[in-house]
């Protein structure tokens, strides 16, 4: 029932909750779960570790994470989430060239002219580790559930289903593997509920999803020459070219979501929701930042009068061709299909608890693939594997305005150890989780939540060895991560 | 007298030096004109001192006498940088000179060796070897390779890191 009491009008609430959620709409990050999955909650969710999912009592979250749950909505419920997200990443480890020699920074000795003598100046192995590769942002979540009538709820929701983020030093020893990669979405989303009964509902609604992805490294083309699928077997020390690709692209996709809610009982709600695979196209384009050397080997024919134009990457490798100055590109990053039951049980007006478990259909995310022109650049094999996400967590109403809440998440990685690369160095993690809600007395319909969630993460084993065309180097280290999130809602009823 | 005398032993000496000599030289037999084939890897300024490997075809004839041959043509194949490398100093001159194990094995010198690879600015530097060199190998009878054992260093900073290549019309004797 709405409150009478409101200082402001209705028409005003509504006003300004519609602008906090546009408002948050305009930026997104990434609070890294599973590879780049993201938990798709609000503050609450967090604070109780995702555990019920959108189950719990007045939750707008199901706008978004399980549309039936509106049903058992009564009012019209806002929410607008901030999510601090702190991501610390070491690299500790080695990295060997094509050669099996540790990875070393070299340079060609020039004459006066400008060309290469023939001479390389090797300044020995690069100790650099990467820094600190890790991240700091903040994302937005905002949900709103508006009750049309006694069977039909309406929702929105702005969410980050996918994103992540890591950050190498330029020159560190990794670098061609992996400098910067970036993954941002901000998906804006529509549904319904249907109550069938007092003890049932169903919902669905659809995502429109815009989908930006940013990565870059360095290209070794030279060690890339000397590679065994080379078609130019040089066999020349890596480590002499300086060439940074760096990759832009983006997409605005749709998918669809469903579920069903049920309360066997008084005290219990059950629920299963399903997110359909969102098939994501990104287009874009490259550039590379090279020397001078480089950017004449990926321009200039080799040796016009045996080879003719081609440069010595096309002669290395057929079909592949590279334009530092730009060109297109695209690739593919689907959103995993994902499932998730989600219980409820209220023991008593004061606690209640949740538990849910989650299916990623990560396996569908078989490679990275970089297409331009038509031609493959490269393709990184990833080969994910299907994962699975555990999670308990209660809440206890310690007064009318004060409820506190903890949980604790089993989230496993779907990364495996052949393929786990400096890009998502992913490992299983475990989230702990606290938080609270104070519904102040003077505004008994809004209520300001907290949350604070730990990520502890396995260690990373990478060992990695790049692609030929990459320069053929590996990797043989691991990587400590660990996450913090500070979260803060606001919910408003009206 | 005695210079005389000292004279007839110093010319002794060196007749029997002589036909010392001349009983453990080589001599080259089997068909003539030969072909023989295998793989060279060289490296230079062009491969900016990487070992290119290629495929290489000699041609060449026993010399009167058999105590030397001369390799008229050497033909390099393979890809990459093998298509670059301009043949200098024909013909080589492959003289086995002492065998290490009763006549299995044989050390000599392959004589007159070089090559150039003209530059192609500002990606590939030019390799001037053209010397010419001669560099030690080895040839072996029961296989009929002709190979070297170490790098050999040729003029201009080039380096012919390995060679192996079979005669089978040829044997040292």
């Known amino acids: ?494 | 007298m005695k210079n005389n005398k000292l004279v007839s032993v110093i010319g002794a000496l060196a007749i029997g030096l002589g036909i010392s000599g001349m009983a453990s030289a080589a001599t080259i037999t089997g068909g003539s004109p030969f072909t023989a084939t295998g793989t060279i890897g060289v490296s230079g300024p062009s491969s900016f001192g990487a070992t290119v490997n290629c495929n290489v075809v000699f041609n060449g004839t026993i010399n009167a006498g058999g105590a030397s041959a001369n390799i008229n043509t050497v033909t390099v194949s393979g890809s990459g940088l093998c298509a670059l490398p301009s043949i200098t100093g024909l013909p080589w001159t492959l003289t086995p000179s002492t065998t290490t194990d009763g006549g299995e094995t044989w050390l000599g010198t392959v004589s007159g060796v070089g090559f150039t690879i003209a530059g192609a600015p500002p990606l590939i530097p030019a390799s001037n070897c053209a010397g010419p060199t001669t560099i030690n190998v080895q040839w072996t009878n029961s296989n009929h390779t002709l190979r070297v054992t170490s790098a050999q260093a040729l003029a201009g900073n080039c380096n012919i890191r390995s060679l192996n290549v079979q005669a089978p019309a040829i044997s040292v004797n």
């Open chain 1, 1 to 494: 029932m709405r409150n009478k009491n409101n200082i402001l009008s209705a028409n005003t609430h509504r006003t300004l909750w519609i602008a906090a959620l546009a408002g948050s709409m305009l930026a997104a990050s990434q609070v890294q779960a599973g590879a780049f999955g993201v938990p798709t909650y609000g503050t609450p969710g967090w604070g109780r570790a995702f555990a019920g999912g959108s189950m719990w009592k007045n939750d707008p979250s199901a706008a978004f994470n399980n549309p039936a749950a509106m049903a058992f909505i009564d009012h019209n419920v806002a929410q607008v989430s901030v999510h601090h997200a702190r991501i610390s990443l070491k690299y500790k480890g080695n990295v060997y060239d094509n050669q099996g020699n540790p990875r070393s920074d070299r340079d060609l000795e020039f004459d006066p002219a400008g060309n290469p003598t023939g001479n390389i100046i090797d300044n020995g192995p690069i100790t650099n580790d990467g820094g600190q590769g890790g991240f700091g942002k903040a994302l937005p979540t905002s949900f709103l559930v508006m009750p049309i009538n006694d069977r039909l709820s309406f929702g929105l929701s702005q969410v980050v289903p996918m994103g992540a983020q890591t950050t190498w030093d330029g020159d560190w020893k990794g670098q061609d593997f992996a400098v910067d990669t970036k993954i941002e979405t901000v998906g804006l989303t529509g549904s319904l509920s249907f109550k069938v009964n007092d003890a049932f509902a169903v919902g669905g609604g659809v995502i429109v999803q815009h989908t930006k992805g940013f990565i870059s490294q360095n290209l070794d083309l030279l060690a890339a020459a000397g590679t065994p699928s080379s078609q130019l077997p040089l066999g020349l020390p890596p480590g002499i070219s300086d060439a940074l690709i760096r990759v832009k692209v983006d997409n605005t996709s749709f998918g669809w979501f469903a579920g069903v809610a049920w309360k066997p009982t008084s005290r219990d709600t059950l629920g299963i929701n399903y997110h359909a695979r969102i098939r994501n196209k990104l287009e874009g384009d490259y550039n590379i930042h090279a020397d001078q050397y480089s950017y004449d080997l990926l321009t200039n024919p080799l040796f016009p009068p045996v080879f003719g134009d081609a440069t010595a990457i096309e002669l290395a490798f057929p079909g592949l061709n590279l334009n530092p100055d730009g060109a297109d590109a695209k690739s593919r990053l689907d959103v995993p299909a994902s499932a998730t039951l989600d219980w409820v049980h209220e023991f008593n007006d004061r606690f209640s608890l949740g538990a849910s478990v989650t299916w990623t259909q990560w396996s569908s995310f078989k490679e990275l693939k970089l297409e331009s022109n038509g031609n493959t650049l490269v393709v990184i094999p990833y080969d994910y594997k299907d994962t699975w996400m555990y999670s308990i967590g209660g809440d206890y109403r310690v007064t009318n305005e004060l409820t506190l809440r903890a949980g604790v998440a089993l989230d496993q990685t779907p990364t495996r150890n052949s393929t786990r690369d400096a890009r998502i160095p992913d490992g299983d993690r475990t989230f702990v989780s606290f938080g609270g809600s104070y519904r102040f007395a003077s505004e008994p319909n809004l209520s300001i939540d907290a949350a604070y969630s730990h990520q502890f993460v396995d260690k990373a084993r990478l060992r990695t060895v790049n692609q030929d065309r990459l320069g053929g180097a590996r990797m043989d280290g691991e990587v400590k991560a660990k996450g913090d999130v500070f979260s803060l809602s606001a919910t408003y009823k009206f």
